[in-house]
């Protein structure tokens, strides 16, 4: 356990002018479970950073003062980049070897750190071979080994299907349960996040703190401004957008299309003005379908027609291929492929031979609908998480292809950005659009989807014994 | 996750279980004499030690086989070259390509090189085919007083690149997706992409090991304890003699060519 002492904190990144985070004033004690909260942009995790010993003197410039009385220890979003080595149980004592902590300890303290959060497989269970939610667990397991007085978590489920964030939670709910650790948790999704945390603080992204003080407080006073600021703040729903008409022409239809050890026989069809979800556990081969329906993956059996084209989409030009159907996929910084917000725009409409005339109407267009007019000379990759999805959707948009398919296209997000996803899918729905959404977010599927399909279970079975059930 | 360079042998075998660095060192010891002469018998008879103690590490012919598959290509390649650019045609003519004589002299010559290259890469294959990453680089720092930030620096970073293949895939997709086609031109830009996650990955990871006090200046303790014993110094021990045995045969037979002089 450790106390928490912040006077006057601020940190500048180097090269930069603005403050990441200034003028924080915390004290946090003993054993205390604090949910961070704020706008994207307001210091969370540059404070988090501070308080893990994350920030070296040379890499920015401090004001005020850090103080704690013991060691921290801090998880992050990814869990692919935590993971240090090849076998699960070395990669908990990893920390442990860093630390000098003598040999003999070093094995009970790995099966203590494992079995506190649930860890199911035996220690020479290969790393590479754990689910996401998994290997999150594995990474808490690697810092609680450590035994922290101040346990600091940075989003630790964002990157995770709804599955394996439950598991996070569980593991971190249970790893607390026996000890007095403090905890600073930063998350966007609060509701999930309360069971966790006794107090909440929300920083203000000018500067300070806004509020401070127990959940039911501090959301009876700052609830709505926080919503509107992005923060999945609980009890505020937003109402669903449904189409008001009915399906028109069919523009896809899939018979039995299969890809082989990543996707079972499926058969479909997407008509003009739906939202077409398609759900199901991780590993049943969603990602697989959308490739599938985007015309980029060729399938390994079965069939796909679409726009009375007697060839398959996947043997399609390019261009032919974005002027019908336009692929978001999940991680949008793979799609970018010029180093200005306008330029990635105006690919897909020279790629067509469309004149510069039309080339600016439709890049400017798209910069104001998609409130990214601001931006239209910055790098793609320094875009926000929110503002690089947008792109991403608008540079799908900028051929007006009839047919959407998305990969996950509000994972992750705040709020804000949410919201503006499902304004926008829903407008071009009911423009006519069709547009098929790959998704494990239930909150989008019941404000959005006219139809839902479900895609069958695993496909992969566990090649590994389980140690034992957690 | 199948990754090329995991070991497929016998982790029980009399050699394979000696330790990594030890076994790094006999195959350095056994290999780098070789470079010492131009002959065709030397390597010839390396080769031969090298194939008749393969089953002592073991590991079967035919999965040396499918790891030294890329030694074969380069063996075609050194043929080819030779049969072209060679300046010595000495010897018989063999067959005449158009303006090309192949004489003995050219192929003597070619299988001279083809015998060097197996006889000096096969005991890197068969030290990486037998040895698990994480051991030798537990090795690497215990026994051979490597620093720990190379060694499980590296280690770290291994892990990471079989994500870069999938990543590949993914670029390529998405690239097609916003209408580009595949293809040549497209190359630069995609290494380029891949380039960036892969800094961001591994800027990502430089955080979390530093978070968990990796080089944080303290000395380290060793989870896997790695021992050099007497059988690991044999082994080295051994290499060497065999490799002097090996050129010591040739000089006999009065084929020894040094490369010097």
């Not at chain 1, 998880?75 to 080595?85: I, R, S």
């Not at chain 1, 999945?232 to 899939?254: C, D, M, Q, Y």
């Not at chain 1, 919201?419 to 829903?426: S, Y």
Request: aromatic share 6%; charged share 20%.
């Amino acid at each position: 356990m450790s106390s928490v002492v912040l006077r006057g904190f601020g940190w500048r990144h180097a090269g930069r002018r603005a403050w990441a985070v200034r003028d924080v004033d915390l004290e946090i004690a003993h054993g205390e479970r604090v949910l961070l909260l704020g706008p994207s942009g307001a210091g969370k995790s540059t404070l988090l950073a501070a308080l893990a010993g994350l920030l070296p003197g040379d890499s920015g410039e401090q004001a005020g003062l850090v103080k704690i009385d013991g060691p921290p220890g801090i998880v992050f979003q990814d869990p692919q980049t935590q993971l240090v080595m090849a076998r699960s149980g070395d990669d908990v004592a990893f920390g442990l070897e860093n630390r000098g902590v003598p040999a003999g300890q070093i094995w009970p303290r790995v099966s203590d750190a494992l079995d506190r959060v649930g860890f199911p497989y035996p220690i020479t269970r290969p790393t590479a071979a754990l689910s996401g939610g998994e290997a999150q667990r594995l990474a808490l397991a690697g810092v609680l080994a450590l035994r922290p007085g101040l346990l600091l978590l940075d989003e630790p489920t964002a990157n995770l299907d709804p599955d394996g964030a439950a598991l996070v939670r569980d593991a971190i709910a249970r790893s607390l349960d026996r000890t007095d650790t403090t905890l600073i948790l930063v998350e966007h999704r609060v509701a999930e996040a309360l069971p966790l945390v006794d107090r909440v603080v929300v920083l203000e992204p000018g500067g300070g703190i806004r509020a401070d003080g127990a959940p039911e407080v501090v959301f009876a006073a700052y609830g709505d401004r926080l919503a509107d600021e992005g923060v999945w703040v609980p009890g505020f729903h937003i109402p669903p957008r449904k189409s008001p008409n009915p399906p028109g022409e069919t523009l896809l239809t899939a018979e039995r299309v299969a890809v082989e050890r990543r996707l079972d026989p499926v058969s479909m069809a997407v008509a003009e003005g739906e939202v077409l979800a398609v759900t199901g556990p991780n590993g049943a081969g969603k990602s697989t379908l959308a490739l599938l329906l985007g015309g980029l993956l060729p399938p390994t059996a079965g069939r796909i027609d679409a726009f009375a084209d007697p060839r398959p989409p996947h043997k399609w030009r390019a261009s032919t291929l974005t002027a019908r159907i336009g692929s978001v996929f999940q991680n949008p910084e793979h799609q970018f492929v010029t180093a200005r917000v306008a330029d990635e725009l105006a690919v897909g409409p020279r790629r067509l031979g469309r004149t510069p005339a039309e080339i600016t109407t439709v890049v400017d267009g798209l910069l104001d609908r998609l409130r990214l007019t601001r931006l239209a000379g910055a790098n793609p990759y320094t875009l926000s998480g929110g503002e690089a999805r947008r792109l991403s959707v608008a540079t799908a948009l900028a051929t007006a292809p009839r047919l959407l398919v998305l990969d996950e296209p509000t994972f992750g997000q705040d709020r804000r950005t949410w919201i503006e996803m499902v304004t926008l899918l829903a407008t071009l729905r009911d423009e006519g659009h069709a547009v098929v959404a790959v998704t494990h977010d239930d909150d989008f599927v019941q404000a959005l989807a006219d139809r839902v399909f479900p895609l069958g279970s695993l496909r992969r079975p566990d090649p590994l014994p389980r140690r034992r059930p957690s | 996750m199948s990754f090329a360079a995991h070991p497929v042998a016998d982790p029980a075998a009399p050699l394979a279980r000696r330790n990594p660095v030890a076994k790094l060192g006999a195959a350095l010891l056994f290999s780098l004499p070789l470079v010492a002469t131009l002959d065709p018998l030397t390597p010839a008879l390396a080769l031969l030690v090298e194939l008749v103690l393969l089953p002592l590490f073991g590991l079967h012919y035919a999965a040396l086989a499918r790891r030294a598959w890329p030694l074969l290509l380069a063996s075609g390649g050194v043929l080819v070259t030779m049969v072209l650019f060679a300046t010595d045609r000495s010897g018989n003519l063999v067959v005449a390509l158009g303006p090309l004589d192949v004489t003995t002299g050219v192929l003597s010559a070619a299988l001279g090189l083809v015998l060097r290259l197996f006889a000096i890469a096969l005991p890197g294959v068969i030290v990486f085919a037998t040895t698990d990453p994480t051991d030798l680089a537990d090795a690497l720092v215990q026994n051979a007083k490597a620093p720990a930030r190379f060694a499980i620096g590296a280690l770290a970073a291994f892990r990471l690149l079989p994500l870069l293949g999938a990543e590949w895939q993914m670029l390529t997709l998405a690239r097609r997706a916003r209408g580009l086609n595949a293809g040549l031109r497209q190359f630069p830009a995609t290494a380029f992409a891949l380039l960036v996650g892969a800094l961001r990955r591994g800027g990502r990871l430089a955080v979390a090991m530093d978070a968990r006090g990796f080089d944080s200046g303290l000395p380290r303790t060793y989870a896997r304890k790695q021992n050099f014993v007497r059988a690991d110094t044999l082994l080295m021990v051994g290499a060497a003699a065999l490799a002097a045995g090996c050129l010591a045969v040739t000089v006999l037979t009065g084929l020894f060519r040094p490369i010097i002089g």
